[in-house]
Each structure stands twice: as C-alpha cells, then as structure tokens.
Nanobody, 115 residues
Framework: VQLQASGGGLVQAGGSLRLSCAAS????????MAWYRQAPGKQRELVAI???????NYADSVKGRFTISRDNVKNTVYLQMNSLKPEDTAVYYC??????????WGQGTKVTVSS
C-alpha cells in the first residue's frame, strides 16, 4: 500500500500550500509520520516529522515556515507550508519517519515555487 500525497501546485514565492497524505489506520497509529522532499538533481531529504504523540521536528531549512500536523481520526498527516521560497521546489512525499519504508513510497506531489 503506497502513501499518496496531494495538495501540491504552482505558487509564487511568499505563498502557501497545504499538503495532505492519508494512510491506513495500522500504519498511521503505530508510527511517526514524516514529509520528505526531493528537488531536481538532489537526494531525498527529511523535511518534517511528527510522532504518534504529536511531537514535531523540522529540517533547519523549513523551521518557522512549515508546520506538520496529524489527524488521528482521519489517519491523515498534513504539511502547512508558508512563506514558500524557490528553493522549496521539489516533489514532496509522505512516509513513516525517521526511517521510511520503501514499499510505502508513492508518486509524491509536486511543489513549484516561482520567484
């Protein structure tokens, strides 16, 4: 079962987007969930992580701009992205964290930030 992220798009620098990712109850309830991104020509990186209890952590590059949250009823994890920069342009994925599972990688959702 792959995790499908949604909510990406084209936005101007300084704008906002909200990404969503729904998971099965079994995966969601037992794991910390995370957002990752992969920019063109770069390795995939961890952007934000949230434990089952709600503790969060962020990559330095997005601290203060991105907020990860989870809805334990809907089994959905969100990434609110504000003050977007061109360097945030990437394909964004959700997966378990901090160790993602290969079988869960979906196609991701593309975020393009224009300057």
């Amino acid at each position: 079962v792959q995790l499908q992220a949604s909510g990406g798009g084209l936005v101007q620098a300084g704008g906002s987007l909200r990404l969503s990712c729904a998971a099965s109850g079994r995966i969601f309830s037992m794991n910390a969930m995370a957002w990752y991104r992969q920019a063109p020509g770069k390795q995939r990186e961890l952007v934000a992580i949230i434990t089952s209890g709600g503790t969060t952590n962020y990559a330095d590059s997005v601290k203060g701009r991105f907020t990860i949250s989870r809805d334990n009823v809907k089994n959905t994890v969100y990434l609110q992205m504000n003050s977007l920069k061109p360097e945030d342009t990437a394909v964004y994925y959700c997966n378990t964290g901090p160790s993602p599972r290969g079988v869960l990688w979906g196609q991701g959702t593309k975020v393009t930030v224009s300057s």
